[in-house]
């Protein structure tokens, strides 16, 4: 694993021991983790020839400004003034990365993103970004910004948040994918946390878009399964990014 920097952005590397397959996958973990908390994911990505990265999302790991303690008070009192903008300022620092990436590593195949939960929710924000993400893989994790039926408490954000949220929210921003970019869900069908039906919803508000290349959105649910990240689940996004990559 390589620690360094993409620009000022904190990343790790994991890079395939041989054969690589020239594809790249940003992989980003969940709310309050850290890129070396899913190092495990990268290597399985790179035993199986990807160039594999994660960095730090805004206000995580290196990029931490407070305490821990400050930053679950502030998430406590309104978790979507706080949530939000982390979610669109790191997806808008993806074709940043892609940059650095493609160049440091000379990589010239499919680029691919996913993640845990929030990470996997700031990757389908940024398929609607960069269209240079053929393909995004995202657990446990949501195109709907409000997820109605969560288990958290409500809470109202503040104008900035509502701003980051109408330019980011994939479920109300669906031309953002009307180039059909291969997207694949991989949730708990028993998930209060993060509600299953909020991916099956954007499959149906873009039903026009993918009527002639269906095999392009997948939704797994995984029974018996709530808010948690699994084995399977890894594994099936792993078939994915290996079935999207034009190997």
Known sequence: MTNTKAGSIPVIVEEPAQNGNGCLIIWQPGLRGTKEGVK??????AKEGFTAISFDPREHGERRT?????FDSKLRENKRKHFWPIMAETAAEYP???DWALATYGLRGAVMA???SMGGDIAIAALGIDPRISAAAACISTPDWLRPGTDEAPCLPDAFAWSCYERCNPLTNLQLYAHAPAIRFLNGALDGHVPPDGARRFRDALWDVYADCPERFAITE?????????TAMLEDALAWFQSKSGL
């Open 40 to 45: 495990e994911h990268l290597q399985r990505f």
């Open 66 to 70: 407070e305490s821990k303690e400050s």
């Open 96 to 98: 940043l990365i892609i």
């Open 114 to 116: 996913g993640g845990v």
């Open 222 to 230: 995984y029974e018996d399964t709530s808010h948690l990240m699994t």
